[in-house]
């Protein structure tokens, strides 16, 4: 125990001794535990508990039902009803629409009272000029009922049919506060009393007003087709067989007394527990993997650390031995360092983590778009996490723990310093982890389910990973024999690194398991990316807009509509379309469908092949009407046009001047007929443009919209303005084609910075490490005439080894799982991340070797003869 | 009387064949209680060896080595560590001390690595700080001492405990000629109070202070004297 506390002692004090290292390994160890930390409380405090859920989502009722869009189905639903579904018919005495509240209410024996939430959708005028759509729910939220549901920030409750609440993303949409009025489009005038808060959606643009207080339906609102809720207040608690009966009936129903008396999940229909448990088994290896992976990090790149560390004490050690240590307690004075630094760190980590995820808590909160339950901070999780953290430090100081215990005291004590080259092996265990990890990703990459795959991926991943890190000494000492031609610091660096693998390994690991987690990552992002564009599909030519009516225009009033919306867009043209025959977006008893017969489409993956995203027939329309949608003058197409001919967009649309067209009815029968027809280029989102004489044909022409062609892409604030500009025409909605976005630009971001943090800290680690080791080759260097400036090249030419090797390890193992996980995805094509890769292996070991040498200093020490 | 440390023709090899290097070859001495052995020669003699082989930091090739009365060479390295605790103790010519520990500390690690109680173990470090009249340097770290308080602070720990055999290697090479003399003279009272010291030196003045002196040439004595030898004379025509 005295010999225990001695080593403990030793490692204490040296640990304060060497305050820079030792502030090194608290940080590695700390931020990860940190990261946890505060995940974990976050993921903890979004899980409501029980008594928070049926606050917000009951109030104090006892239940709330809300009917299912036809009442004749029977629901299938889960306790707190956060999954509903509906199953087979019911009795077909039962009528199609939803309950209303009374019927709702009657449902449920023993009601004593209960209130109504009604949601119509409604617009108003915003500060700013523009229009703004959102939900007006006829809702008491001040009722005793409702408390805890909505809550309020400032203000009184609306009383009054013109009175308001609103919720705080509303108040800055519209740009109104507490007493002012803001406008509906109609002109009425609503004056808002309250500031509320929904903590289930913060971003919800909602307007709560006393019953019977919404705009009608026509021309402010629009009635959502939400089924209404019904909050009750019953005299004996509703129980779980009861909301079952409920379900019976078609109605949604949650129930305070079964949320917070959850039955057993064998009596919770369509309760899939194979499902769970296999959905609890992804998440959790999931965070296995990322724990593992950080973990991994944070041995690698501290054991480097403490092996810099135990060689710097070598001598401290050797006197320990002297002294009458054993091996085992040199051993443990390196691993009390370990463990020591390991529990300070996650220590501190965890009080950190607390302390960001209490800070982090609001932030947490917009971002997720909900408010968190209470703090839940799980003592025995953060234990974990804290042993996590120190056992983390002690499992990096074991390679150095071992080595020192291992070191000969005599060499040590008479300055020879005791470095011992390893033997160049290819450890075959390596060889065959990596085989047969490639071999499972490729088990995964051809497993049916996605669940299976991901198993399989990972596991080879992880193997992969494994593989390579033991394969590392051998790759490095390699990598020395291929030194023979370079310049003597380069050679130098190279031959130094191979000859003591053990601690250019480490780090040359840590690189390599940063850059494949971040290469794996990134190459799936590009493909997707790739993907994504490649199977894109515009609704129309890229920087088209478009104006679709959801209701019959005003035809007067059209030309002016369109002016207004063109003045506020970088506008070429615009002009007005109609659509041939009626239009199905505003006329319910429209239901033919007129489309362009293609017998053999021709089309490629990118275009639309004849969909028609913008009408339910073939547009109508002039010469300037076909310049706005193809973008520039085409006399060929104009003439035919003139001529009474259909243009028709869709490759193979046309066979010798003619196209065929089919009227098709509800039924699905459809009648085909001829038209003189041209083709023109592929144009997406629309079939064929009609002459008016030709529409005739078909039933005339009804207004569809209007189409804005522009010189450049709209801004995001001219899109704003022309959409406010549509104000007072709450059925018409203005689209802007914008092209596939590029996707994630920000994760591929912060990967980088990541993967280059880790790479930077590895190889100045083991710069440093080559640096202790060094000193006497470098005495020897500077005694037989070299510069001081050599010391500097020679440490950037290490850094520049250990971050190179890393990366470039680090890209081929990162490969495996993303072309494995990739080819599984069909229509996915494997896209290589140039400009991410070609920074990783070659812009970032460069700033390696540049810091390296910048914070060397190059003054050439003198070695002072060993005793 | 029993020697403290007796050495039995012993030889030792580094390395094999054409690269093989005699550092020793069939060297016997003998300490008593209360002898202070001198040995001396030139760099690469053999004489830091001799040192390293007698505290069992390093083995024989052949010959045997025993403290008192045990034979090393048998021993396991775990029984020669606990040897080094109880019965040999090591001074150097610097560095001798660990760094993050006090005086009081380091002479007490081998007390305490040998499982004494925290307590006891410096009670006995202080003891034997007194007896080498640096008590008042206890509880400050080697780096806030001098030279020669820790070469003192080493003999200190070199004796504490049941410990009688003191292997000093140049412990003077670091100091000036004043403090040198004073650690040569603590060494002397402490084997006139009953320990055994091999000191290695290259000094014919400090070896004046030895008992006995042992010459060293290419691993082998070339010579033994008494006390107030003649090295110069002896070495002369070699050196």
Known sequence: ???????????????????????????????????????????????????????????????????????????????????????????????????????????????????????????????????????????????????????????????????????????????????????????????????????????????????????????????????????????????????????????????????????????????????????????????????????????LLAGAAFAVGARRQARALALVSVAGGEPRHVRRIVLAAGLLLGTAGAALGAVLGTVAAALARSWFEQKQGKLLGHFDLRPLEILAVLALGAGTGLLAAVVPARGAARSDVVAVLAGRAGTRTTPLRIPALGVVLVGVGIFLAGVGEAAQSALGSAKWILAGTALVQIGALILTPAIVGLSGRLGRRLPLTPRLAVRDAARHRGRTAPAVGAVMAAVAGSTALAVYLVSDAAHTKRFYLPSTRVGTAYVQFAERPDLRALPELRDAVARELPTRSAALVGVVGCNSAFDDRCTDYISVVVPSPTCDAGSSCGSSAIASAPLVGDKDTLRALIGHRDGRLETALAAGKAIVFVPGGTAQGKATIERSDANGEGRQSTVPAVEAPDLPGVQALFPTALAARFGGSTPSGIFIDTTRMPSQGEEDRARAALAGHSAAFLNVERGPQPPHSGILLALLLGTTIVTLGAAGIATGLAAADGRADMATLSAIGAAPRTRRRLAGAQALTVAALGTVLGVAVGFVPAIAYIHRLPGYSIQVPWSTLLTLVVAVPLSAAVLAMGVTRSRLPLVRRAA | MNPVLELRNVSRVHGQGDAAVHALRGVSLTVQPGELVAVMGPSGSGKSTLLTIAGGLDAATEGAVLVEGVELGPLPAKARAALRRRAVGYVFQDLNLVPALTAAENVALPRELDGVPGRQARADALAVLAEVDVLELADRFPDEMSGGQQQRVAIARALVGERRLVLADEPTGALDSVTGEAVLRLLRSRCDAGAAGVLVTHEARHAGWADRVVFLRDGIVVDETGPSPQPEQLLGSRS
């Not at chain 1, 008396?261 to 959790?284: C, F, H, K, T």
Request: charged share 20%; proline share 7%; aromatic share 4%.
């Open chain 1, 1 to 299: 125990m005295s010999a225990l506390r001695a080593c403990l002692r030793i490692a204490r004090r040296d640990a304060r001794r060497a305050p820079g290292r030792s502030a090194l390994v608290l940080a590695m160890i700390a931020l990860p535990v940190i990261g946890m930390t505060s995940a974990d409380i976050l993921f903890r405090s979004a899980q409501l508990d029980p008594k928070e859920t049926v606050s917000r989502d009951l109030g104090t009722a006892d239940a709330v039902l809300t009917s299912a869009f036809d009442s004749r189905q029977t629901v299938v639903q889960n306790v707190d009803a956060s999954s509903v579904g509906t199953t087979s018919d019911g009795p077909s005495t039962r009528p199609t629409r939803p309950r209303t509240a009374a019927e709702l209410a009657g449902l449920v024996p023993d009601v004593e009272r209960y209130i109504v939430e009604h949601v119509t959708l409604t617009s108003a005028i915003t500060h700013t000029g523009g229009q703004h759509e959102f939900q007006w729910h006829e809702f008491p939220y001040g009722d005793p009922l409702a408390t805890g549901t909505y809550r309020q920030l400032e203000g009184h409750a609306p009383q009054t049919a013109g009175e308001v609440a609103v919720t705080e993303a509303l108040a800055k949409s519209l740009g109104v506060r507490v007493g002012e009025s803001f406008q509906l489009t109609s002109g009425t005038t609503v004056r808002v009393t309250a500031i509320v808060l929904d903590p289930h959606s913060l971003r919800a643009q909602t307007a709560l007003g006393i019953a019977g207080s919404a705009p009608p339906v026509k021309p402010d609102a629009r009635d959502t087709g939400l089924p209404d809720r019904v909050f009750l207040r019953t005299r004996t608690p509703v129980t779980w067989p009861e909301v079952l009966g409920l379900n019976a009936h078609g109605v949604i129903a949650v129930s305070r007394q079964a949320v917070l008396n959850p039955p057993p999940n064998s009596e919770v229909p369509g309760y899939d527990a194979a499902y769970q448990r296999s959905v609890r088994l992804a998440i959790a290896g999931v965070i296995l993997l990322i724990v593992g992976l950080a973990t991994l990090e944070v041995v």
